[in-house]
């Protein structure tokens, strides 16, 4: 009895080990991090699309370079931004009192 139990076990295992990769779909891929924060493939391809409709080119007629040139003012938009946000954080808040009003 309990060998049959066991080789049902295997067999069960080893067909369910059979299928890994039918249920898992990826969503979207990190490109890049800056400071922390990541950037995605989706993020860099909207780029890519943006700077091709602001220069009136076709996608096709993109370069690999033009690619990796957006995503270097990618990075950089997003490194100064992250400079930005920190500074926002350390800047004091002055306050008034009542008598400055």
């Known amino acids: 009895m309990f060998k049959k139990i ?3 076990w295997c067999g069960f295992t080893l067909f369910a080990l059979s299928f890994p990769g ?3 779909d990826i969503l ?3 490109v ?3 400071n922390g924060h990541i950037i995605l493939q989706s993020d860099w391809e909207d780029e890519i699309r ?3 409709f602001i220069n009136g080119r076709t996608l096709t007629t993109l370069t690999p370079a033009t690619r990796k ?3 270097d003012r990618l990075i950089i938009k997003n490194c100064c931004a992250s400079k930005f946000a920190a500074s ?3 800047t004091p808040i002055l306050k008034k ?3 400055e009003f």
């Open 22 to 24: 039918y249920g898992a």
């Open 50 to 52: 943006y700077e091709a």
């Open 28 to 30: 979207d891929r990190i």
């Open 6 to 8: 066991s080789i049902f």
């Open 88 to 90: 926002i954080r350390r």
């Open 32 to 34: 890049a991090t800056v």
């Open 69 to 71: 040139a957006s995503l």
């Open 97 to 99: 009192s009542g008598s």
